[in-house]
T-cell receptor
Framework: GAVVSQHPSWVICKSGTSVKIECRSLDFQATTMFWYRQFPKQSLMLMATSNEGSKATYEQGVEKDKFLINHASLTLSTLTVTSAHPEDSSFYIC???????????FGSGTRLTVV | RKEVEQDPGPFNVPEGATVAFNCTYSNSASQSFFWYRQDCRKEPKLLMSVYSSGNEDGRFTAQLNRASQYISLLIRDSKLSDSATYLCVVNRGDSNYQLIWGAGTKLIIKP
């Protein structure tokens, strides 16, 4: 089945620095990638939808200048958390669009801790 | 009202018991429905897609009632390994790709 490789799986960074998270689709092309954020004991919240070769679509309340998304190729989408603050600490996870089996393939997630 | 609502949980049940999860959704235009399972600090994994006719996969049975905008998941003969958070997921009515996630119901199976 489809596999999405997400890196890093966890990262600790200092407040004010930027962190880049990568999601790569292996053995298939992903024209669309969804980026989610999940705070402890809460549901996944869609942050943005990235489309290869075009600008990402951000959900209401998500700062596009803070969460930079790049989908420059059909196999790579990146999320950069710029000027990270402790409140950005969360579990970030990417997902492809629906496949033929009806499911969505997720990356393994990135646990970001900003200190 | 939340777009997707689930039982708040957690559910603590003995091994071997039958467990039922309930979920309601607000967008009548939604077309795709899923149950996902998420283990602690892991990514969600698809458990079942939910079809109008209802579907069963081993010990798991999913049902959909479009008129009531209600989805259920039944787990029979629960195992210790079933302990996880179960997430009800519905696609947006205006987009077949974007998903709305319930907050999840945590299930704890006790020996």
């Amino acid at each position: 089945g489809a596999v999405v490789s997400q890196h890093p799986s966890w990262v600790i960074c200092k407040s004010g620095t930027s962190v880049k998270i990568e999601c790569r689709s292996l053995d298939f092309q992903a024209t669309t990638m969804f980026w989610y954020r999940q705070f402890p004991k809460q549901s996944l919240m869609l942050m943005a939808t990235s489309n290869e070769g075009s600008k990402a679509t951000y959900e209401q309340g998500v700062e596009k200048d803070k969460f930079l998304i790049n989908h420059a190729s059909l196999t790579l989408s990146t999320l950069t958390v710029t000027s990270a603050h402790p409140e950005d600490s969360s579990f970030y996870i990417c997902s492809t669009e629906q496949d033929l089996s009806g499911g969505y393939t997720f990356g393994s997630g990135t646990r970001l801790t900003v200190v | 009202r939340k777009e997707v609502e689930q039982d708040p949980g957690p559910f603590n049940v003995p091994e071997g018991a039958t467990v039922a999860f309930n979920c309601t959704y607000s967008n009548s235009a939604s077309q795709s429905f899923f149950w996902y399972r998420q283990d602690c600090r892991k990514e969600p994994k698809l458990l079942m897609s939910v079809y109008s006719s209802g579907n069963e996969d081993g010990r798991f049975t999913a049902q959909l009632n479009r008129a009531s905008q209600y989805i259920s998941l039944l787990i029979r003969d629960s195992k210790l390994s079933d302990s996880a958070t179960y997430l009800c997921v519905v696609n947006r009515g205006d987009s077949n790709y974007q998903l709305i996630w319930g907050a999840g119901t945590k299930l704890i199976i006790k020996p």
